[in-house]
């Protein structure tokens, strides 16, 4: 027998939290290190590490209705990996919607409603806003349907469960890496920041953490740009920045941000003066760290996190115990450390192509 959620405080104390299950098979992706916070959605309650497996089967093939802001960039086909195979690993029927962007709440509360009118059993939500979606949550839960927060964060108290981490800590994670290079009393470096699109829970997170990590250093954020994760729309902004800022020294921001900095750079002949750092993981950043273009970037292992927004849903109905706030451990991948990273957790593999169904 296995334990699921085997946390290290409470064995310690005695305690364990156990789960039904068989064998973890050789090949698996658990058990996975994880954060659970105690009360549950609460960034700043405490937490305690966990080792998560999840179920081996599902006892019959429920529907899940999974919506995410968009496909644009790899951060979310990850997640997409992560969810499609878990359903396949549990036996259970995924719907994969998409909004289009971060300025289609309504189509993303439309898609939802859609799911739900279907048969839904169970909903996965990669939030377009923190509280734009507290009426829909507040009406799919009046259905007895859970409602799994991923990746982005929502502000409601209804959620069942929440499959995420701290977007404040992998900001302050990639401002901490600069402050250290920069400390208090060095000479002043001067850095762009594109937090990503103005609304959003996760850009708030990350805007606010980012910002306290260099506070007391000598990085200057001298402009802050908010806008959607499309490729276009971050180089138009890094493009505006550069045209009002040709002494910068770092353009730090979203993965997309990093991945469309270095051509325009790269054009411009600014390599060597201005440095890169994104505040999440994608291909284009791994590519990066490892050719020398991108400093550094923290990972939230997006792969597991859709893994187990899915066994969290499959948990709930069905009865079983649940942790109802977790997340992957944070660790920060540089340019020293990248050759001993396994992107599996992080990364969809090379040549997925988007699933948006599952039976």
Same mark, same amino acid.
């Given at each position: 027998m296995r334990s699921v959620l085997e946390s290290r405080a409470a064995l310690a104390a005695g305690l364990l939290i156990a789960f039904a299950g068989s064998a973890?098979? =050789?090949?698996?992706?658990?058990?996975?290190?994880?954060? $659970?916070?105690?009360?549950?959605?609460?960034?700043?309650?405490?937490?305690? *590490?966990l080792s998560y497996v999840p179920l081996e089967k599902a006892s019959k093939p429920w529907e899940i209705c999974v919506s995410f802001p968009h496909m644009k960039d790899a951060y979310w086909l @990850?997640?997409?990996?992560?969810?499609?195979?878990?359903?396949?690993?549990?036996?259970?029927?995924?719907?994969?919607?998409?909004?289009?962007?971060?300025?289609?709440l309504e189509k993303q509360i439309s898609q939802i409603e859609d799911c739900v009118a279907a048969g839904a059993n =169970?909903?996965?939500?990669? /939030?377009?806003?923190?509280?734009?979606?507290?009426?829909?949550?507040?009406?799919? &839960? $009046?259905k007895d349907i859970p409602v799994i927060d991923v990746i982005n964060g929502m502000s409601s108290p209804e959620l069942s469960a929440k499959s995420l981490v701290s977007f404040g800590e992998m900001g302050a994670k990639t401002g901490e890496f600069l402050a250290k290079m920069h400390p208090a009393g060095s000479?002043?470096? *001067?850095?762009? %920041?594109?937090?990503?699109?103005?609304? =959003?829970? %996760?850009?708030?997170?990350?805007?606010?953490?980012?910002?306290?990590?260099v506070k007391g250093s000598a990085v200057e954020v001298v402009e802050t740009k908010y806008g959607d994760t499309g490729k276009e729309a971050? $180089? =138009?902004?890094?493009?505006?920045?550069?045209? @009002?800022?040709?002494?910068?020294?770092?353009?730090?921001?979203?993965?997309?941000? @990093?991945? @469309? /900095?270095?051509?325009?750079? &790269? $054009?411009?002949?600014l390599t060597d003066q201005i440095k890169v750092l994104s505040y999440y993981y994608t291909p284009g950043v791994d590519q990066g760290i490892r050719r020398g273009q991108i400093l550094a970037a923290p990972t939230d292992s997006p792969?597991?996190?859709? &893994?187990?927004?899915?066994?969290? /849903?499959?948990?709930?109905?069905?009865?079983?115990?649940?942790? *109802?706030?977790v997340g992957p451990a944070l660790f920060v991948v540089s340019q020293d450390n990248i050759a001993d990273f396994d992107p599996g957790s992080t990364l969809a593999p090379d040549g997925f192509s988007p699933v948006f169904r599952v039976e």
């Open positions: 973890v098979a =050789a090949d698996a992706w658990y058990p996975y290190e994880v954060e $659970s916070w105690n009360p549950p959605f609460d960034m700043a309650s405490p937490r305690e *590490k @990850a997640v997409d990996y992560g969810v499609a195979e878990e359903a396949k690993d549990l036996g259970v029927k995924m719907q994969l919607v998409e909004a289009g962007g971060y300025t289609e =169970a909903v996965i939500i990669g /939030a377009i806003s923190f509280d734009g979606l507290n009426n829909l949550v507040h009406e799919v &839960r $009046s000479d002043p470096v *001067k850095v762009g %920041w594109f937090p990503g699109p103005a609304g =959003a829970g %996760w850009v708030e997170a990350g805007n606010t953490g980012f910002l306290e990590a971050q $180089s =138009a902004l890094i493009e505006d920045t550069l045209g @009002a800022y040709p002494d910068l020294d770092y353009i730090a921001g979203t993965a997309v941000t @990093a991945e @469309a /900095a270095i051509p325009i750079l &790269r $054009s411009r002949g792969v597991i996190q859709g &893994r187990i927004a899915v066994d969290q /849903a499959v948990r709930i109905l069905e009865g079983q115990d649940f942790a *109802k706030h």
